[in-house]
């Protein structure tokens, strides 16, 4: 099965199965004996194919007369597959593409299909400026969302809010591809240390600006190949997650409740912070993801984590006013790590900003009980959405007045001047994240 097949493979999961882009792709790959070359290829096929989705049914329109959704689901992601090199890989022939393509067809199709592919993707190459998009100016929505690869209902949002510029910009950012970002794990080993050991197992890195434990890798071999990683020395972390274990800057001896905390980055992270000292406890609705932390936890020498399988919106029956510190990184849309899920922007719709904050909210309190006086409450989420951050913070606050906001900036390990942090991949060159920091009245 060559680079293209395997790909094909995975984007068929993705798209007629439900699977997790990422999470079929890492077994695929794993699966295989492959070549740097090749899963780099292969990713960059499923990931690009997939992001580009409705941009490309838009231009597959242009070249084939029959309605995409008469085609057979496998034969349609060839064709998707193959335009996606034609038009977005420019350092790929075109007769590579379609011959690779009409291959796969003869595969997966019949002769009707094989020359229907082949008449398809001959004539894209052959035609490219049929292909015409909207008018930059007159309609920037329609523009953005076919040039950018965004649901035209999301660049509606955004352009309302920021602007056709700013929309576009973040837009542009969101289909970069980001660094893999690890965690230096303090409890065994310094930054410094671990960058040295890591350059010595052939990956290409550097310090992050956003968190003093934080690593950028611009090349590195697969990461079950490090052995760096099975020492526990790191975990694999988003920049702007880490910023949040520093904002809710939790103290050894502590007890310290992770509301919705599986798989784990944010609690690992906080009982680092915490040197090994005191109590984690981490609920979740979902016991394998529970059984991952605890499985991390053991590969990071962590022993302070306590596990509980448990909806958040029950915490404060459970343990009120016994904890020093809670944290409430809330199930959300998602919408800031859209650069790092391909498939996720076409997964999204808008009735979730309405549904989602009335379960924030019922967890934020909740866990709030569970607060001593004078204890730190932190809310996040991995969206960029005011319905799904702010809102439900001055919700909150509203209903609950024995709670003050502090200024959450000044806690990141990089100070800002915010009062509730936001994050974005446009300005700030990491995932969109909230921060708000609150305390529980003395």
């Known amino acids: ?71 057979h689901p496998v034969i349609r992601n060839i064709l998707r597959m193959g335009i996606y090199q034609i038009f977005f890989l420019s350092r790929i022939p075109v007769s590579a593409a379609c011959n690779e393509a009409v291959k796969l067809a003869k595969k997966y199709g019949h002769t009707g299909t094989v020359k229907f592919v082949n008449a398809v993707l001959r004539s894209a190459g052959r035609n490219p400026d049929k292909v015409v998009y909207p008018d930059r100016e007159r309609d920037p929505e329609k523009y953005i969302a076919l040039r950018y690869f965004h649901p035209e209902w999301l660049v509606r949002r955004w352009v309302a809010r920021f602007g056709a510029a700013i929309c576009e910009r973040l837009c542009k950012a969101n289909n970069e ?40 890798c611009h090349e590195y ?8 990683l099975r020492a526990g020395l790191f975990q694999v972390q988003d920049e702007s997650s880490m910023t949040v274990a520093h904002v809710l800057s939790p103290r050894p001896g502590d007890f310290v409740i992770d509301a919705c905390g599986a798989p784990g980055g944010k609690s690992t992270h906080i009982a680092a912070l915490m040197e090994n000292k005191g109590k984690v ?12 932390m605890r499985d991390n936890a053991v590969r990071l020498g962590i022993s302070i984590i306590e596990t509980q399988l448990l909806d958040a919106v029950k915490l404060g029956e459970l343990y009120p006013g016994q904890a020093d510190r809670v944290l409430v990184d809330a199930p959300c849309s998602g919408l800031g790590v859209l650069r790092r899920k391909p498939d996720s922007r076409w997964r999204k719709n808008e009735q ?18 569970c607060l001593k006086p004078g204890g730190i409450l932190v809310y996040s989420t991995c969206t960029t959405e005011p319905e799904e951050n702010g809102e439900v913070v001055k919700s909150f606050l509203a209903a609950n007045p024995e709670f003050i906001l502090e200024p959450a900036g000044r806690y990141l390990p990089v100070p800002r001047q915010e009062e509730m942090v936001q994050l974005w991949p446009h300005s700030d060159g990491v995932d969109g994240f909230f921060i708000a920091r609150m305390v529980r009245r003395g």
């Open 1 to 71: 099965m060559n680079a293209r097949e395997v790909a094909l493979k995975v984007i068929n999961s993705v798209d007629i199965d439900g699977a997790y882009a990422n999470i079929a792709l890492a077994q695929e790959i794993s699966q295989r004996d492959l070549t740097d070359r090749d899963r780099r290829f292969i990713t960059e096929l499923v990931y690009g194919t997939i992001k580009a989705g409705a941009t490309l049914d838009w231009i597959l329109s242009h070249y084939s007369s029959r309605p995409l959704d008469k085609i």
């Open 177 to 216: 591809t980001p660094p893999l970002t690890l965690r230096t794990n303090t409890l065994k080993i310094n930054r410094v240390d671990l960058l040295r050991r890591l350059a010595c197992e052939g990956v290409v890195c550097e310090p992050s600006a956003w968190a003093p434990e934080g690593i950028l």
């Open 221 to 228: 071999p697969a990461l079950s190949k490090l052995a760096s």
């Open 281 to 292: 406890l981490a609920t979740d609705i979902y016991e394998h993801k529970l059984a991952l």
């Open 352 to 369: 979730m900003l309405t549904d989602l904050p009335r379960l924030q909210l019922a967890i934020l309190a909740s866990a709030a009980k």
